[in-house]
Each structure stands twice: as C-alpha cells, then as structure tokens.
Antibody
C-alpha cells in the first residue's frame, strides 16, 4: 500500500487549493479514504472522509471545514482529492490522506473505524 | 464530540525499561456490537502516523509484541514492555464510537533518556 499526497503550497486567505492523494498497491475502489491534518507543532485533526462506492461514496466533514472543503475520488486513476475553498490561516497544516478500514453501522449509516495506511503528507500554508 | 485525554504528555524512558501511556475518553467506547473502538498510533519524528493497535488490544500487522493495549469503557493503556530507540515519537489514541468526528488524544511524546 502506498499513498502519495501532492499539491500543497502557499496560498492566500480566501483562495482555493486542491490537494491530491495517489494510491497504489490495493484496489482503490474497495476502500473508503480519509484526510487528517496536523497544524505546526500540534496534534492530529480529522478533516473529512469519503465512503467507498459500495457504501454510496458519500462524505463526512469536520465542523471546522464543513461547507468549505470537499472530498472526491477518481477510482479509475486511484486518486482522492481534497478541495479546499475559502482557506483560512488556521487551515495551515500538513494534510495526510489515509486508507480507512473496518466497518461499523448505526442504522443505515456505516463508517470505517480506523485508518491503517497513511501518506507522507503535503504542507499547506495559508498566509498573505 | 468525544474528548480523548492522554497522560502523561511527555515521557522520558531508559532503553530496556517499560513505558505506559493512559488514554481516557469522555464517553464509553464500547459499542452495542460488543467491540470497543479505541486505537493507538505512533508518529515518529518527521514521519506520518502509523497504526499500532486496533480495538483496544489487537496489534496491527508488523507491530512488535513489546507493544500491548488494554482497557475498557473509558480507560485505556498502551504499554511498551521494553522501550527501544525506534519507539521514540508521539503516541496518539483515537476513538471511533461516535462518528463523525474521529477524535484523537493530544499526543504523548516519548523520548529516550
């Protein structure tokens, strides 16, 4: 399993940026994917999640990014995307993509429960 | 959201000695399916996180058996039986009972004396 993030960089507040995660070594379409970020000198913060196609490819987002960030995948290219709009200085972080494993369902809604493989991360700096 | 609280926040250990990290959750992590959704990760310096333990006590593939997890309900512990130099880094616990969000502890930094 290999996950490689790309697309990070310096961006001004209010602008947009899309980062990518290219996967290899597993059947990408069979897995959910997630994005986790780490601000400088801080801990881990979950950002967003996309279910596999088998579970509807629906998404979930942290409250801090909901309405501004969106996740999508291109199963044919084995790529997951994190589109970040209206960026704020507090979005400055290293962004990691991860493969999500396990399934837990509550009623009709299912979630992966853990992240078993992570990329090396891509750094996003939001500053004027 | 469930809050995960780790103690201590830092730990200095002599090689070959044991180490223990505590993680407490603000709500029980025991699901009605009988599983407890508590995980441990290690982030070595300059690296991305790696999964060590899933569902409280199961070691992930390739994780040395000097790592062990225990606990139930809201109180959990990660133990390293004999610390080695490669165990240096920041350890995080994570919950997956009440989603979203997946939430992590603040991290415990382990260094070698």
């Amino acid at each position: 399993v290999q996950l490689v993030e790309s697309g990070g960089g310096l961006v001004q507040p209010g602008r947009s940026l899309r980062v990518s995660c290219t996967a290899s070594g597993f059947t990408f379409g069979d897995y959910a994917m997630s994005w986790v970020r780490q601000a400088p000198g801080k801990g881990l913060e979950w950002v967003g999640y996309i279910r596999s196609k088998a579970y509807g490819a629906t998404t979930e987002y942290a409250a801090s990014v909901k309405g501004r960030f969106s996740i999508s995948t291109d199963a044919s290219e084995y790529i997951a995307y994190l589109q970040m709009n209206n960026l704020k200085t507090e979005d400055t972080a290293v962004y990691y993509c991860s493969r999500a494993r396990g399934v837990r369902c509550s009623g009709a809604t299912c979630y992966s429960t853990y992240f078993d493989s992570w990329g090396q991360g891509t750094r996003v700096t939001v500053s004027s | 959201d469930i809050v995960m609280t780790q103690t201590p926040l830092s730990l200095s250990v002599t090689p070959g000695q044991p180490a223990s990290i505590s993680c407490k959750s603000s709500q029980s992590l025991l699901h009605s399916d009988g599983k407890t959704y508590l995980y441990w990760y290690l982030q070595r310096p300059g690296q991305s996180p790696q999964l060590l333990i899933y569902e409280v006590s199961s070691r992930f593939s390739g994780v040395p058996d000097r790592f062990s997890g225990s606990g139930s309900g809201t109180d959990f512990t990660l133990k390293i039986s004999r610390v080695e130099a490669e165990d240096v880094g920041v350890y995080y616990c994570m919950q997956a009972i009440q989603l979203p969000p997946w939430t992590f502890g603040q991290g415990t930094k382990v260094e070698i004396k």
